[in-house]
């Protein structure tokens, strides 16, 4: 048992070091080249830090553990969405933008809405399963999610002004390239040791894919965002987590279904419900006290929602 938590340890001094990386990275190459912090933070941070999410998912698609691979996804979004943006609001209020508000959130309510119609099996005989179909489509929608950035990046002026060091090309490209080795590499110790000692301690496949390998896997976004929250870098806190939620849908389920047809158990609406229900939470907490603004007190909301969650969840095994 000591091994693996060393191990456990280990990985996440190469999640922390690995995210400070990237963000320094991201942001210099964001200022460089006049590209808003939100749309590096949509896809290069984004793509980064859901890298563990899809190594996860490939393996487990490829060795059949079908629910590892719903539950990776869900329950890291649910992770990302309640518990990351609730930590990161907590440390600074995060004020977001129009394109976030009116766009990227409901874009990621959309993922969402659509993975619950599609897995359930809506419009046909209830087989309960991602089909290559399906993967098909999810890759066609992030595709389109992409060329929807691309158009951003075309049509906004940045403000973002000079980088606080003269990061070179080489230097910049380094520090992402590196950060996200770290990300990867971290996130992978981290979710093998955890696995490791949750077998041990004899905790079901279900609450380690929801809690454990959810929570392991989002480990590179808690470190990224709190990283740019603690630097007032909210956009790419903010961007960092839907664009990684969009990701997670769209792309990684995307290619998971692709390599194997992935059976749904409906067990997991529930958790779908939660997803669901917190980005229109989140949604609406753009328009409460402060507008485009996720105040303290709507992040302590999202904490609090997911602990009650958590609780649930653990009383349902005992």
Same mark, same amino acid.
Do not use: C
């Given at each position: 048992?000591? #091994?693996? @938590? ?5 990985? +996440? ?21 006049? #590209? /808003? ?6 896809? @290069? ?7 563990? &999410?899809?190594?996860? %998912? ?12 719903? =539950? ?26 129009? /394109?976030?508000?009116?766009? *990227? ?11 619950? !119609? ?16 399906? $993967? ?18 075309? /049509?906004?002026?940045? &403000?973002?002004? /000079? ?14 390239? !590196? ?16 696995? *490791? ?7 079901? *496949?279900?609450? @380690?894919?929801?809690?454990? #390998? =959810? ?5 590179? &976004? ?10 007032? %870098? ?10 990684? %939620?969009?990701? %997670? ?12 047809? @992935? ?12 997803? $669901? ?21 709507? =992040? ?6 997911? +602990?009650?969650?958590? $609780? ?7």
């Amino acid at each position: 048992m000591l #091994i693996p @938590i060393l191990w456990l340890i280990f990985g +996440l001094i190469f999640l922390l070091k690995g995210a400070d990386w990237l963000v320094d990275g991201a942001s210099a190459l964001a200022k460089k080249f006049n #590209i /808003s912090d939100l749309a590096i933070g949509l896809t @290069i941070v984004a793509f980064g830090t859901s890298a563990p &999410e899809l190594v996860v %998912n490939v393996m487990g698609s490829m060795q059949g553990h079908h629910e590892i691979v719903f =539950a990776n996804v869900i329950g890291s979004n649910n992770f990302n969405l309640l518990v990351i943006l609730g930590i990161s609001g907590l440390i600074t209020p995060l004020v977001v933008q129009s /394109s976030t508000v009116w766009k *990227e959130i409901p874009i990621s309510l959309f993922g969402a809405i659509l993975l619950f !119609i599609v897995a359930n099996d809506f419009w046909s005989p209830k087989t309960f399963t991602l089909s290559r179909i399906d $993967g098909f489509l999810f890759l066609l929608l992030f595709a389109g999610f992409l060329f929807y950035v691309y158009k951003q990046l075309s /049509s906004d002026s940045a &403000e973002t002004g /000079s980088p606080e060091k003269p990061y070179s090309q080489f230097k910049i490209w380094s520090f992402i390239i !590196i950060g996200l080795a770290g990300l990867v590499f971290g996130g992978r110790l981290v979710v093998n040791n955890a696995i *490791e000692i949750a077998t041990v301690l004899g905790i079901s *496949e279900k609450i @380690i894919g929801l809690t454990i #390998i =959810a929570a392991g896997t989002s480990l590179p &976004e808690l470190a990224t965002s709190i990283v740019a929250a603690m630097r007032k %870098n909210v956009d790419i806190a903010v961007g960092n987590i839907i664009g990684s %939620n969009i990701f %997670n849908i769209f792309l990684i389920l995307g290619i998971s279904s692709l390599v194997n047809p @992935i059976s749904y158990n409906p067990s997991f609406n529930s958790e779908m419900y939660l997803l $669901g229900g917190g980005t229109l939470l989140l949604f609406i907490g753009m328009f409460t006290g402060q507008k485009k603004k996720l105040d303290r007190w709507e =992040a302590a909301l999202l904490l609090l929602i997911f +602990l009650g969650y958590t $609780g649930y969840l653990i009383a349902g095994e005992i």
